[in-house]
């Protein structure tokens, strides 16, 4: 064997990425979603049925609330409504926008509550030994053994309709498969050796948390969360569709959906409109979802 | 094997017992009284104290459930407070028409799903993929109680050859051609969505399984093409089976929107006149025996996951 | 050995700076229902050595000897099931002692290179600092400034490294930061687990070079595992050779490659391949399939493989005794009056 003890300088190695800026996993991950054209047209598809839906006062031409007997059930086209009206003469245009404000509150704050719930949990049941993991995945259990519109709809039936309540239950329906997800990733990464490397190092376990395990857990648990938003905007849409969600008058596409159901003899392309807003908003989630997915699952060199 | 069985079982059996509890307990999450309900306003407290005991309310809340959940268990899931029939009847039977809806809509949905999925994935990058997954991430973000309205549209409204609504006949199987076709866009609509999300499962499983080597070694060693495809599905079908159970569940519990739409009386429209009525024992039984029933197909696919691959008996 | 008394120094220089009695782990085997079941997987059964201060000591086996299972249990990383460690004269854990978290800052671990040794989401500064700012309190800003001073130490380019990410490295620039890691505590004796087995026999040689630096300016102690019989010959001044769970050979380097007396020492040292293309193996110095480490063979574990086993072998774990100045050897032919046929009529490096 060649004596290796002749090379005794510590070596500086050449710089092998020319002058190339060190580059993080996020603004990779940033710049390969900015490069799929697909998710960046969702995500334009996306912003504009967010803006219109903060802006709508001004992108609205009627009153939502505002009805006339004369104007019942007009189709597309119609000048002045250029979507038509509904059942009671109100614009549907109108109602759609604002309505866009409901359903995207619907949609992404029980996911954004269930998220920070069930992460939390999920990450505890991931780090805490067998017996804190085993009581809270078996509660989890108990609650996945509903299928979801189930849950939703049997928690709305019984705690009554109205906003609060659909955003309560859709945020119960939401927390178990996000634990379930968090736990996974969790129990994942805490194997990985820079995590043990970590322990090694004495530092106390908030800061291997805060530092090693929870930026490696983020990015699954985001990917998760965008696409159980679609969803929350289905299932919403769906529980006042049933009635159990939002009240009228207030706009909001499963509402809507459901008020013109009737309509659908006379004037059925207005009738399908709140639908269509339904499917675009999932939708584009969805696609948003998929997109920031495939962007993260770099295959990095090893 | 028979350890991991026995160990699902037991599994099956806590959970069973949790799904009890949460379904009985939904009813005390109502604000009020549950008596209520079922009296006017200005009974006479008499009256009230009566049932109550009557009913069993006074008693402490795990003695209730203890006496429910023997009830339960001889079949007796209790009286609708609205049409004084016995629950598990009426429930059979709505549960037995949902039953003729979801067994088509599952059948179609996830053999379409398989078929376009594997389908997809073999033609990776080209047109027939890319359709695919329009396809399928249209099923899956659209509200299918929205798609049944735009079916019913198309097909009973603009050009009626089809039925709106209903059943066609007294309930059960169709007998006749006439029933059938009132089958026909209710199952479509209901199978829509699991097609969506089995077809993308089974699409991403066999990406999957093709980027890995073996079946390149099988085609080498000479297998036809046809061979070489079944190992593959062999080899996807733990996952497709795991989301597959997943579905089943959704269309029964998930029923009921599309019921709601095509006025079908099956077990969603039930709950939904249930809650409407705050018929508490209907309630509790239908969301129990949903449930229960979600959970028995899970350890089925468990069992059947655990039979196909081997690495899963832990 | 002459080596600097570091200023944590408790025990002056005849005091070893780790001795490890009696160290036993047991895990329960997969599978086993509900720990209702009585296999275990005896990873480390009853393991004894020391370390003086500045020395190396290489540990050697084949996979699933329990080399790296030691390894974690010295650090506490798994918590032993009976045994002692004694750091510098105290014992870890025990009242009067040290604490297993004063215990980590004065040893460390270089891990094997593999990509999941460095957080993927943190430069490698972050790295380098984490451990300083979060067991020792350091602020930020001084934490980084030391970290680029031990990048400079294991030869990369602060200006170059600190803000780029382990994805972005090879494999030997990895290793580097991992022993920067591992110096970033401070501590007096390093474990190395299979850190170079994973590279490239050149950069392999340049990490080696680097370690043999290092340990000479820091004044550092080494426990050295690995598989690789010839890095442990070159690295090594007194070698351990572990076999299933149980330390079989100890002794200076010299005395266990010149004279082996364990039959599986000896049958390690003939399967190493010789550049000699004159001397070739014939026949596989070693016969029969490894045992199942959930129910090892009774008495001596290497006897279902040995060519001298006999009745006693069986029924009869043989110790650990030391034959001739700090060599140890665990087998009966060595020992005389064990009941063995050979004992007592081999010396030490029969063959």
Redesign the interface.
Known sequence: MADVSTILQPIILPDTSAGAEPRSYWSTVGERLVHDRITLAVGAVLLCVILLAIFAPWAATHDPLQGSVLRRLKPVGTPGFFLGTDEIGRDIWSRLVYGGRLSLICGVTPVALATLIGGTLGLVAGIGGRVVNMAIMRVVDVFYAFPSVLLAIAICGVIGAGIGNTMLSLMIVFTPPIVRVTESLTAQVKNRDFVEAARASAAPLHAIIRHQILPNVLGGMLVYATSLVGISIILSAGLSFLGLGVTPPNPEWGLMLNALRQAIFVNPIVAALPGLAIVLTSLCFNLLSDGLRSAMDIKLPS | MA?FIV?RLL?TI???F??S??AFG??H???GNPLDILLPPEAPKEVVERLKVEFGFDKPLYIQYLAWLGRVLQGNLGTSVFTGLRVTGELLSALGNTFVLAIPAALLGFSLGTTLGTLAAFNHGRLLDKLFSVIA??G????H??LG??L??VFA??NPVLPAAGMGGDGGFPVNWDEARHLILPVITLSMIPMGVIGRIVRSTVLEILSQEFPTALQAKGLQHRQMVWHVLKNAAPPALAVMGLQL??L???S??VE??FNWPGSGQF??L???RRDIPV?QGT?LV??SF??II?LLVDVLQALIDPRIR? | MNVPLSSDDRGGTAQPLLIVRDLKKHFPAKGSFWRLSRDKVQAVDGVSFSVAKGQTVGVVGESGCGKSTTARLLLHLIEPDAGEVIFDGEGVGAPGGIGVRDLRLQMQMVFQDSYSSLNPRATIADIIAFGPRMAKKVPSRQAHDRAGGLLEQVGLQPSLFARRYPHELSGGQRQRINIARALALEPRMLILDEAVSALDKSVEAQILNLLADLRRDLGLTYLFISHDLNVVRHVSDRVVVMYLGRIVEAGDVGAIFRRPSHPYTQALLRAMPSMDPDRRTEASPLTGDPPNPINPPSGCRFRTRCAFAEEVCARVSPALDDIAGGHQVACHMMVPGSGHSRAGTICAGHD
Request: hydrophobic residues 75%.
């Open positions: 350890q160990l599994h806590l959970i069973l949790g799904v509890i949460v939904l009813i999450l109502i604000p991430i249209l899956i973000s659209m509200p109680y929205w309205i735009a019913v549209i409204v603009l569940g959704f029964l519990g998930g009921i929107l709601t739409v709950m939904n249930a809650i409407f309630l969301v949903l449930a979600f959970v899970n832990r």
